[in-house]
Structure formats: structure tokens, C-alpha cells
């Protein structure tokens, strides 16, 4: 059989033989090179550093001469494996497919890009709105508390400022707004949250009403004393209670002995009139709690002090009773079942909505009403007057002082040792609530 004889006129032995044999000649120049390298590089090698440029040559080379080694040893064994190719037969032509002429791209397109830019950004924007929304656990404004706690809010009151004291009640701290200046805007404050309780759904039917909040330094201890002397002011009979006996503060606010108080009745150390005192407003009367008990979530949950509440409910128009904390001790709990509403105090502060969330899940474990939510602590700035202009929450961060969980959340007990170095009216001068 003959050799297949390709186009040119050469037979494909012959080709490849021809290009074994310039592979060869190449092989055999790429030695007289590799040699030439190294002779060079032999030389030069005590002479100067830049041997070792040439080296990594001739190393370069002599991957090439050992490429093209193979590629011959490669064409030779296949140059050996031929030995007659078959007869060529009928060959079958196709068509090639000629290019078409195409078209000029002109760009780049300015309006179609920027819609697609602003598109992306406007999809990233909105996401991370979206998820710096749900990071936010913080409330915003009066609607988004009633809807997440399913409460009213009963008012807003304004940071208490100090700054002037009636010479005539230097006794009573200078909190009590509604005795210092009962014509400002935060007495007036107080004087909506007691409207707010007079005429609630539940405002007939109410006697005894539980002041808390979720955590220390909302306030509670301030709108209590500050509530009760708006009532009385309203010519109701009014007794205020000091129920926390872990920090009682009733009795220095107003400035009164409180030796013996509430505790001292539970454990039948001290009659009802021993413990009642006068308050600086006609239609007043206080309860201070007395020397803390080593066990006052045993006292508060006795029978003895339901019997107590009874018999002040004959006595007196409306009771209001000052408790520690719902989320830093028991005590509280053990109120909330036996009276007619609890009113929850929260200070805005960031991520508030679990604590206030876990507050009022306590009270609800207890079987309590909550009447309402009192907002404490709002800045000036954040608009909050007569207008009912209310603006975003956020701007009611600023406060004079920093209030955080961890001064006394969790062992609210040890506020009672250093409660006397913190009733000044000095103190109170800075905004800094109980």
C-alpha cells in the first residue's frame, strides 16, 4: 500500500521525516547553546553576580531542549507506528460558513446604566433599613408602645428640673414637682397621667393602684409620690405606701421618720396610726416602709398584709403603693395580684421593648391589669408639651445622667445600704430619678 501524498506533493513519511529532521538540527542547536550557556556561565561565574541570571537562562533552555525532546520522541514513535495508510477514498467536502458583517457597538449607554445603579442601590438601601429596623429594640413613638404592649400610655413626663426650690417645703426632695411647682409643665405632666387613671375603663372600680417599672432607675419611686400629691391635691384621700423594702425612698423624699413603716405592721411590731403619717398636702397621708426586713417577699406575700390593704381600703379614697422593680426582684409579683392596676413606668433607653415585653409577661403570670404605661425621663428636645406634637423617641436619649442594667439589676437588695447617700435634692438637681 502506498503512502498517502498530501497536497504539496510530499508524502506524510516524508513531511514528518523532514520535520523529525529540523527537530533534530534544532535539538543539536539548542546543545551548542545549552553548552555555550554553561561555558559562558563557568566563566563568568567567579567574575561577577550576575551568573546566576544567566544560570535560570540556560536552567529555561534546557526545559525547552527536554519540551521539544519529548515532542520529537513523540513524533518519532508515531512516525514508527505508521506503516501504510489505507487507500484515501471519496472525500466529502462541506461548506464553510462565511462571516457575516456585523454591527458597531457605541457606548457606553448612560441611561440604561444609571437606572440599573440606582435600582441597586435603592434594593441594597431599602435591605439595610430593613434589617437595622428589626435590630432596633428601641421604641419610637406613644403608638408603637401601645401596639407592642397592647396597654394605653397614660403620659410622658418631661425631665424634672430642680433648679428652684419652694422655701416653704425644704423638707420634701426637690422631685416632687407638683409641691415645688405645681403650675410647670412636668406637674402638669403628672396631673394627665392622673386624669389618665380617673377616667380609664378601669377608673371607676380603682383603689389600690401598684406603681412598678421593669428595671432600676425608670423613676417609679418620683412619679409615685408625685401621682399621690396630684390626687390629693384633686381632693381625694390619698395614702401613698412604700412597699420596696429593698430601697425604700417614700420616707426620705418626703422628708419624714420611717423607723417603723409598713414592715413594722406586717410583723405586729407597730400599730396603724404609729405608722401613718401626715403628708406637706392636705388630703395626704404616707406609709414609709420602715427598717428593711431580711425577708420581704415572705412579708409582702402574707396574709397580713392583704388584711392590711383591706382595712386602708375603708379609710382611705385611693392607695397608691410604691413596689421594687418587676425584672429585678419577686416582690412586686406578689402585689400585683391583689390590687386593682398596676401602672408600669419605663425610662427610654436602647432596647427597652424586651424588658418592657418581660414586665408586663410577669404581670400577666400573676393574673394583674395593667392600666397603662407612664413614659419617664423625655427630654425637652424631643417636643413633648401641650401640643401632643410627639416626634421620633430617638431624640429623648439625651439624658443628664446614664442610667444602665447593670447598677443594681439583679441585686437590687444592696441599694438599700447606699439609698441615704442618694436622697439629696442635690442629686435630684441632675435629673437623676429613683
Partial sequence: MESQIAPDGLTVDERLEIRRMAMVEELASTDLQVKEFARTAKELVEKSFSVRTQLNNASLIKDKQNSIQAMLNGYTDKLNAI?????AGQRTLKELNLPKSGGQFAGPHLLPYALSGAALGFLLLAGLAVLMDLADLSYRNPEEIANNLGVPVLGHIPIIDASRIDENAQHVDASITSIHHSK?????AYRTVRTGLY?????????VVQ???PVPGDGKSTLSCNLAVSMAQSGRRVLLIDADFRRPRIGKIFGIEDDVGVASIITGQAELDDVTH?????????????KPPNNPAELLSSQHFVDLIELLKEKFDFILIDTPPLLAVSDPG???GIVDGVVLTMRLRRNLKPLASRALSTLESVGAQCLGVVVNGVSAEAGYGYDYNYNDYRYAYKYANDYRLGHGYGNYGSYAEDAGSTASPSANKEGKPS
Fill in 83 to 87: 506503516s501504510l495508510l489505507p487507500q
Fill in 184 to 188: 410647670g409643665r412636668v406637674s402638669e
Fill in 199 to 207: 377616667f380609664s375603663q378601669f377608673g371607676r372600680d380603682l383603689k
Fill in 211 to 213: 406603681v412598678t417599672s
Fill in 278 to 290: 401626715r403628708g406637706p398636702v392636705a388630703n395626704l397621708s404616707l406609709m414609709p416602709c420602715g
Fill in 334 to 336: 406578689a402585689i400585683a
